[in-house]
């Protein structure tokens, strides 16, 4: 069956190349194949659908968990987010998650960025995996990264919704840009010293050593 740009698919199967529990019904939005809530426990001959309800005929007796003795609908409605988590931050080469807690028949997620002027869908690196799940994973997280903002996209052939924009704080490891010079002074005169640091969150604490016991 098809649902404006959605292909909706029944038979004797339990999982795609990059799904599992899709449970013998799925949706496919063009990019990914999604589970229709808990599916079928058995085949699925035929599916039809209108607006708002699927119906499935096949070789099962639970449709949904329902009971279903060879015939079940399922109700589809425009996703709903339960619970998200927050902006995030993180020291620079740690590994943190964003996650969104949606429930809805047929959803699929897709995490995106901001670039500047639009968003754009985030594909697999290095840095990124989970992209379209409900849990994205951002790894060993480069400085490059700080300020950069975040959401998820959820949909069904219903509708789209978007979680609240998360944005990315990381900290910097600091690092000497400018080293103290020498300096010479006459007895009882102050000497000053001073350095020029790079880093998030910096504190200073000068040490001295007397050449002999090391630095205190």
Request: hydrophobic content about 35%.
């Amino acid at each position: 069956a098809i649902y404006g740009s959605t292909l909706v698919a029944g038979g004797d199967f339990l999982s795609s190349e990059s799904t599992t529990n899709l449970n013998n019904i799925a949706c496919w939005n063009g990019s990914i194949w999604s589970a229709l809530g808990n599916g079928t426990n058995n085949t699925v001959w035929a599916i039809t659908m209108n607006s708002s309800v699927l119906w499935a005929v096949g070789d099962f007796t639970t449709a949904g968990n329902k009971p279903s003795h060879k015939f079940g609908s399922f109700t589809i409605s425009v996703p709903e987010i339960i619970t998200q988590s927050a902006s995030m931050t993180l020291c620079e080469g740690d590994n943190i998650q964003q996650w969104v807690n949606a429930k809805g028949l047929g959803i699929s997620f897709q995490w995106q960025k901001y670039n500047g002027s639009t968003w754009v869908d985030l594909t697999a690196s290095s840095n990124y995996s989970g992209i379209n799940n409900d849990t994205l994973n951002i790894l060993d997280c480069p400085a490059s990264l700080n300020g950069g903002q975040y959401r998820c996209e959820i949909s069904n052939f219903k509708g789209t919704i978007y979680t609240t924009i998360k944005t990315l704080t990381v900290k910097t490891s600091p690092n000497v840009a400018t080293q103290p010079a020498n300096v010479t002074v006459c007895e009882s005169n102050p000497a000053t010293f001073s350095a020029s640091i790079n880093g998030s969150n910096l504190t200073y604490q000068w040490l001295y050593s007397n050449g002999m016991s090391g630095y205190q």
